[in-house]
């Protein structure tokens, strides 16, 4: 692609009906770029080469690409996408009523698709570049079970074996969505297990533990580079999904460009970053090219709290230690967060773009308690009529904070936040919350301490 076409606006990789025709890649714009991915073993930027036995070739060509503003999707992505894309992006007056708010609140829900959330956007891309790489398979990790769950309608979709680590908590939490990846043919481990040299490992060195999306990540990497004519897919964090992911943002900005509507605030969870960065994507593109400003604020959990509590540094983004070195928002890889009901936000790290545009201070974070989240969730479904994963009832919880300060202000600013998908398979989360046994574990700072000491040294 040229860099004339990389000056194009936006609005001309659109299609009629909103739907975009290429992704934005949001490292183009940005004059510092994230940090690269380091071999841990040398301390140097990982190159194509020593990437090749771990993801697909055309990932890895994204994953490097700090430059293209634009890559076409393709139109085998594209014909899939539109069966549930473009998603909707709804105004939610009877919220705003509740709450007595003049402020405007949008939501772009992606949860109107099989697999329940956004994590299919990226999904049929990964399976489509396997698919035409001519692999037998993929492996990948799964918190709460999103991911796990596009990927096996995905790779069912292009007839691609699928093995998936599901953390150990989630496993046991969200028996539903397990048996969803086994139904469209994807076999389900909980993670840590004893198949694989580093799951028996971190049972070892953590006897019971409930498990971790570094510890799910570890196992399916292993798995990946020791099976023959199979890669790992990731479903957050790495640049790829990023770019995936950027057709939520495309599409929210297009419609609210359609009827004149400025965002003043863009909220989303914050996990390892592929909704959030996302969502983000083209509103951060503005303010990056100095064309417009917006207030922008991730959302994450208290019990693993990356951003407002980590440090910016390189790390594992596993915890066996087997996978490339990211310079991130890290509690360290070793870390092990509570038990919470948000099971896709229990990454120790944070993506390196998202990392890079916080310590730039282009963008807010905010940690907020499980409770206080399930308390705004039950609201939000009560007069919206839509039950929300925990994972994106943390967004619900900071609007409606936001909206609350405009009803003491009297400003009526525009609102939008993602609404990453739907609750229906976390009801025990919803039951515990229901029947007051939910409780707010926060790691205290020695625990903090006590990780960060165990961080890679690197010379980089």
């Not at 995905?154 to 953390?167: E, I, N, Q, R, T």
């Not at 570094?214 to 292993?222: K, L, N, Q, R, Y």
Request: hydrophobic letters at 35%; proline letters at 6%; glycine letters at 8%.
């Amino acid at each position: 692609m040229s860099a004339e076409m990389n000056k194009i606006p936006y609005k001309i990789y659109l299609e009629e009906n909103e739907m975009p025709k290429a992704y934005y890649n949001l490292r183009a714009d940005m004059p510092i770029k994230p940090a690269p991915l380091l071999n841990p073993g040398t301390g140097k930027p990982l190159t194509f080469e020593e990437m090749q036995p771990i993801f697909c070739d055309e990932l890895i060509k994204q994953e490097l690409d700090n430059d293209t503003q634009y890559i076409p999707i393709p139109q085998e992505v594209a014909d899939f996408y539109k069966m549930y894309r473009p998603s909707p992006l709804v105004r939610a007056y009877c919220l705003e009523k509740a709450l007595d708010t003049p402020a405007h609140i949008y939501y772009k829900f992606e949860g109107n698709n099989t697999s329940g959330s956004h994590k299919l956007n990226s999904a049929i891309a990964q399976a489509y570049y396997a698919k035409q790489q001519g692999l037998k398979g993929v492996t990948t990790e799964t918190g709460a079970g999103q991911w796990g769950t596009a990927l096996s309608m995905a790779c069912s979709y292009f007839g691609l074996d699928l093995k998936v680590f599901m953390v150990k908590v989630s496993y046991e939490q969200k028996p539903f969505r397990r048996e969803v990846m086994r139904t469209y043919g994807a076999s389900v481990t909980p993670s840590p297990s004893m198949e694989t040299a580093v799951g028996r490992r971190i049972n070892e060195e953590f006897p019971g533990t409930t498990g971790s999306l570094g510890c799910a990540i570890s196992e399916a990497v292993e798995v990946a580079t020791t099976t023959e004519g199979y890669r790992y897919e990731l479903g957050s964090v790495l640049n790829q999904v990023l770019l995936h992911q950027s057709i939520i943002g495309l599409e929210t900005k297009a419609a609210l460009d359609k009827y004149g509507i400025k965002a003043d605030i863009v909220i989303g969870c914050a996990g390892g970053g592929s909704n959030l960065g996302g969502l983000i994507a083209p509103f951060m593109g503005e303010k990056l090219r100095g064309e417009a400003d917006y207030r922008i604020i991730a959302v994450e959990p208290a019990s693993c709290p990356s951003f407002t509590r980590g440090i910016y540094a390189y790390d594992f983004c596993d915890t066996g230690k087997v996978s490339p070195l990211a310079k991130m928002y890290t509690l360290g890889s070793g870390f092990i967060p509570s038990a919470n009901h948000a099971g896709g936000l229990r990454f120790h790290g944070m993506s390196p773009v998202l990392s890079e545009l916080y310590d730039e201070g282009l963008m807010e974070a905010i940690a907020v308690e499980q409770t206080s989240v399930f308390e705004a969730a039950e609201k939000f479904a009560r007069v919206e009529g839509i039950l929300p994963a925990p994972e994106s009832s943390h967004a619900i919880k900071v609007a409606i904070d936001e909206a609350l300060k405009c009803k003491e202000t009297g400003e009526a600013k525009n609102i939008v936040f993602g609404l990453t998908g739907t609750g229906y398979f976390d009801l025990v989360a919803y039951q515990k919350y229901n029947d007051g046994e939910m409780s707010d574990i926060i790691p205290t700072d020695e625990e903090l301490q006590a990780s960060f000491a165990k961080l890679p040294k690197v010379n980089a």
